[in-house]
Nanobody, 126 residues
Framework: QVQMVESGGGLVQTGGSLKLSCAAS????????MGWFRQAPGKEREFVSG???????YYADSVKGRFTISRDSVNDTVYLQMNNLKPEDSAVYYC????????????????????WGQGTQVTVSS
């Protein structure tokens, strides 16, 4: 049974940092695309960042230069280092995994991802 478990969320002040982790289990994910999405109350779930099996990274414009995605393919873990956090970054963050898409823009599509975690709350106070 596939499981994806996020951790590392919490409450932080504006300008602070958090590092999210997502441990995947139940199959080998080394050749899967991995991604992070977030959903704030009353809003659609949105793409944050993605990483290919080869380590190519993709970011939403709103987080470029502040967030860094990485993966440990040996341990099937994906990370999201979040720096210079802003109140608008507050949301539930979800990790996801899916078959590597052919086109890079597909990393931002929710439909690319087959497996999802339960989410971890990130709250940034002003």
């Amino acid at each position: 049974q596939v499981q994806m478990v996020e951790s590392g969320g919490g409450l932080v002040q504006t300008g602070g940092s958090l590092k999210l982790s997502c441990a995947a289990s139940g199959r080998t994910f080394s050749n899967y695309a991995m991604g992070w999405f977030r959903q704030a109350p009353g809003k659609e779930r949105e793409f944050v960042s993605g990483i290919s099996e080869g380590g190519r990274t993709y970011y939403a414009d709103s987080v470029k230069g502040r967030f860094t995605i990485s993966r440990d393919s040996v341990n099937d873990t994906v990370y999201l280092q979040m720096n210079n956090l802003k109140p608008e970054d507050s949301a539930v963050y979800y990790c996801a995994a899916g078959y590597s898409p052919y086109y890079s823009e597909f990393y931002s599509y929710k439909t690319t991802y087959n497996y999802w975690g339960q989410g971890t709350q990130v709250t940034v106070s002003s």
